[in-house]
């Protein structure tokens, strides 16, 4: 009966069902994206996996008809990684990279489909100066990890002599030839982990849960009705749970359909750099199933949990005596079990094995609870409190008076994001220095470093960044070794020492120079690795020194280079690099011709970082210079990558569920005006300003998202000290964080106010007082 | 339909569609200070548009309606809600007080939207209430009186601006027989009080025996019936 009385009603009855199957579908849309998560991450590891050229422990191979020589000539566009690989097949049997039907000759490429859009589009000009290539094919899906991710395979000539083991490789396969399992996670990025489960998921049930009571006060009133005609207590809330199982099913349909159409749209969609293609998000069939029995269940109870505090009786509608005072002692009771669920693993740090995830989960599941529980309770006890100021405050404190349930239901799920947020930047923020790495690199000095220049290209390559846009100084250093012995004899050379090679300008970097002409080689003392003594050794004119000419993948030929006389003693000092290097400076004219192709060289950057793409306009001389030079931009700090990736997905998760509730926000927010929409008329009537009884609606809002977001900042940097207790890492408050979750918060709630004010408006109408 | 000298509100050739439905086809009216006027009609006839179009509630498609010698259709929304604020009043069938205000802050609410102080407007609302009877429910939610208090306390706060024409809009729909000829004797006497006009759409001949002269709305037309004392 409570089905048939969801649908019956004309259209009241519709959009009533509308709204509450709106609702519920965008959390178990949301929640069955969830699910799918696993699986798309296992595709993406896959195909990732599936496309591997890595053969760091593969022999070195000759060439034959079923091998490629494949070259490592990845970059990056205005923040955006592009994978990017020089192919030359040998033989027919070459193997072929996933999602390729065929190589491209030289000079040719293929895209991906992103990249191919970029480079046709006004903001990919620069990249087609880097990547002058024909394009003549697209990689098929089998070849991509994400349907935004930048890729091209170009056809290459002569790539053999590049073969190092490591950038570039003659391979005969694709794929990892060794797969390993993966690494043991670190206990405390566990914890991150699901923490932030809970943390995006909570909010999500809350909504639920919130969207079920939709159209709620109308529903008692029909109850109201059906008491008259002789129903009793039980049966009406039966059908009340019957029609919140109508909402929920309809939901559930509706769920479906809104994650079909997500991941159809998932494709054309990126965030904060990850993009899939709408194949990998399939739902993990158990999960699912739990999510279609778990949300028709929690709808029925919500709604009978929700009737606890109604009197319906036959007459007089639903009789709104003033209900009973909010009970404090069991709402505190949650966050104190969620404390107590933690309690234990205070001090456990991360040398203690991992964490008990069932106490973690129900911990700060039970923390979070709290949040929900005591907002209504605080909501209530200090609207009581407030004092009458201005028409718009004393309408919106007297509605909160009489009715601060409703009001502090629609602010349960940004308090419970806002408390979660908190206590994960502060958690974040606590561990970030162990997954934080100084690189020791001088950004003052030298902003990007080009490397893998080889075969002497970096010796011009300083005059041709000189002329560069937006580049203040080109440093170009080479670096050797050279050895008392033959590298290729037993028990390598008994003593070593590091040969720099460069022009005068470059030397004057890392030593101080009194005269410098090209042709001089130079003895640099006072390094900081000790090798002051192995130089000097060395460093005796006549005596037979021999290059190291192997590639660190295969020993090279004998070069032997009599150390010539005149040697000159300088000071080392800290180069571009950070480093004081003792040993020898060598200008080009002094290195032996043969080693001009051997050697390879870094150049080092000092930048005037106002020009608008001058980073890109280095990466475009590079790849001029040689398409396999590696440009890398210089930081202070490098981070985790596994520590990167679960903030990332933290931040993807918390921009999801927070447009999921501003949109949960805005429909209860709607339907609320709906049932006030003759009242409004009628105010409107004798004179009432629009701008009252918007400011109203505000006020209504603010001051239980206001009360909210406080109760949500304790509880999260509670929680966020415990959480940072547990890992053994110092309690500090994230103040910034606190602030910043905060104003998201409010945000979400003025923009929901904004965007409710054109409906408000249209609901005030005079025509409203029609009743025919 | 005339426009008598001395009118407060004239209203002539009134035209008003709804969508297909024409709810006032050349519907005229006219009121002097101090007159009770009711319009008649069965359901659906355009009383209640006629009453709205009056008000400055809603506007006529085509027609003219002047008060106090200024044409309503002249004046801007924001001119015609100060219009509604400080010169008429309102009741409406259902009352429609505002649930979560107390009866005093609902009477003193139109004071309060003209700027009066709360303490000022509280105690003009309680005179009214007082002279409604219904002082002693000062402190009560709509929720918690009858249907008779609450539209007692609906026409204390039509009447505590002193308006000069009082729209009441079914204002006996709701209550039994006795309540509403309680509410009808204290709205009517309330208003010549104070030399108040009142447009009273009502459909029961009983409520309407309470106006000087009655205006019989039929077919969106409107016809004036001279009342035979």
Known sequence: ?772 | MTSPAGSLLIAQDLRKAYGPTLALDGAGFSIHPGEVVAIMGPSGSGKSTLLHCLAGIVPPDSGSITYNGQELATMSDAQRSALRRSEFGFVFQFGQLVPELTCVENVALPLRLNGTSRKAAEKAALGWMERLEVDNLKDKRPGEVSGGQGQRVAVARALVTGPRVLFADEPTGALDSLNGERVMELLTDAARSTNAAVVLVTHEARVAAYSDREVVVRDGKSRDMERAV
Not at chain 1, 231 to 245: H, N, P, V
Not at chain 1, 388 to 407: F, I, Y
């Open chain 1, 1 to 772: 009966m409570g089905g048939r009385f969801a649908f019956a009603g004309g259209r009241e009855g519709w959009v009533r069902v509308l709204l509450t199957a709106v609702g519920v579908g965008l959390g178990v849309a949301l929640l069955l994206l969830t699910t799918a998560i696993p699986n798309a991450l296992a595709v993406r590891h896959d195909r990732d996996e599936a496309r591997l050229d890595y053969t760091y422990d593969q022999k070195h191979k000759p060439k034959a008809a079923d091998t490629l020589v494949i070259s490592d000539a990845n970059s990056n566009y205005h923040g955006s990684d592009i994978r990017g690989r020089l192919v030359e097949p040998e033989g027919p049997r070459a193997p072929l990279a996933p999602g390729l039907a065929t190589y491209p000759a030289p000079g040719d490429m293929v895209v991906s489909p992103a990249l191919k859009r970029l480079l046709d589009s006004a903001d990919g000009k620069l990249l087609r100066d880097r990547l002058p290539y024909r394009v003549v094919g697209t990689i098929g899906e089998p070849g991509l990890i994400g349907s935004h991710e930048l890729a091209y395979y170009a056809g290459a000539k002569n790539l053999t002599p590049r073969i190092d083991g490591w950038q570039t490789a003659r391979i005969t396969a694709f794929g990892n030839p060794h797969p390993s399992p993966p690494d043991k996670t670190d206990p405390v990025l566990i914890l991150l982990i699901l923490v932030v489960f809970v943390v995006l998921l909570m909010p999500v049930a809350v909504f639920i849960a919130a969207a079920v009571r939709f159209g709620g006060e109308r529903r008692d009133r029909r109850l109201a009705a059906l008491r008259l005609v002789g129903s009793d207590s039980r049966m009406t809330r039966r059908i009340a749970a019957g029609e919140a199982l109508a909402g929920s099913l309809v939901g559930l349909v509706f769920g479906t359909v809104f994650f079909l159409l997500g991941r159809h749209l998932a494709g054309s969609v990126e965030i904060l750099g990850i993009s899939v293609f709408p194949s990998y998000l399939n739902p993990t069939p158990a999960l699912a199933l739990l999510v279609a029995v778990t949300v028709p269940a929690a709808a029925v109870l919500v709604t009978l949990f929700a009737m606890r505090g109604v009197v319906i009786e036959p007459l007089g509608v639903v009789r709104t005596a003033k209900p009973s005072r909010r009970r404090l002692w069991w709402r505190l009771l949650l966050p104190l079990g969620g404390l107590a669920m933690l309690a234990p693993m205070i001090g456990q740090g991360r040398s203690n094995g991992e964490f008990n995830q069932y106490l973690v989960i129900g911990g700060v599941l039970l923390l979070l609870v709290g949040v929900t529980a005591l907002l209504p309770w605080v909501v209530e006890a200090v609207v009581a409190r407030l004092g009458t100021g201005n028409v718009a405050w004393q309408l919106a404190v007297r509605r909160l008076q009489l009715n601060s349930g409703s009001a502090a239901r629609m602010v349960n799920g940004i308090a419970v994001a806002v408390a979660g947020a908190v206590a994960l930047q502060m958690l974040f923020a606590g561990v970030e220095s162990d997954y934080t790495k100084v690189t020791g690199q001088n950004v003052e000095q030298t902003q990007m470093q080009v490397q893998n220049l080889r075969g002497g290209a970096f010796i011009s390559a300083a005059e041709k960044f000189s002329a560069t846009k937006g580049v203040r100084k080109a440093t170009a250093l080479g670096t050797l070794q050279v050895g008392d012995r033959s590298w290729n004899s037993k028990g390598a050379p008994g003593t070593s020492s590091s040969v720099t090679v460069g022009d005068c300008a470059a030397l004057r970097e890392v030593a101080r120079l009194t005269s410098c002409h090209d042709g001089d080689v130079f003895v640099a003392r006072g390094g900081d690795r000790g090798m002051d003594a192995d130089t000097a050794k060395l460093a005796r004119p006549g005596r037979k020194l021999y290059f190291d000419t192997g590639d660190g993948f295969s020993k090279g030929p004998d070069l032997v280079w009599p150390v010539p006389s005149g040697l000159q003693q300088v000071r080392a000092i800290k180069g571009p690099n950070e480093n004081v290097y003792s040993g020898f400076l060598m200008t080009p004219a002094a290195l032996p011709h043969r080693m001009t192709g051997l050697v390879s060289g870094q150049v080092y950057l000092s930048l005037d970082e106002s020009v608008p793409d001058v980073h890109e306009y280095v990466r475009n001389t590079a790849a001029r210079i040689d398409p396999l030079a590696d440009s890398i931009v210089w930081a202070a700090n490098e981070q985790s990558t596994k520590f990167t990736s679960i903030r990332t997905g933290l931040l993807v998760g918390a921009t999801c569920v927070l447009a999921l509730i501003g949109a949960s926000l805005l429909v209860s927010q709607l339907e609320q005006l709906r049932e006030r929409k003759m009242l409004l008329s009628a105010l409107i009537a004798f004179g009432t300003r629009r701008r009252t009884l918007s400011l109203s609606v505000l006020w209504q809002t603010a001051i239980p998202i206001a009360l909210g977001l406080l109760l949500a900042s304790t509880v999260g940097l509670t929680l966020g000290a415990v959480l940072l207790k547990m890992v053994g890492a110092t309690v500090g408050v994230d103040w910034a964080s606190v602030l910043t979750m905060s104003g998201i918060g409010a945000t979400v709630v003025l923009v929901v106010t904004l965007l409710s004010l054109p409906p408000l408006w249209r609901l005030m109408r005079p025509e409203g007082l029609r009743t025919e």
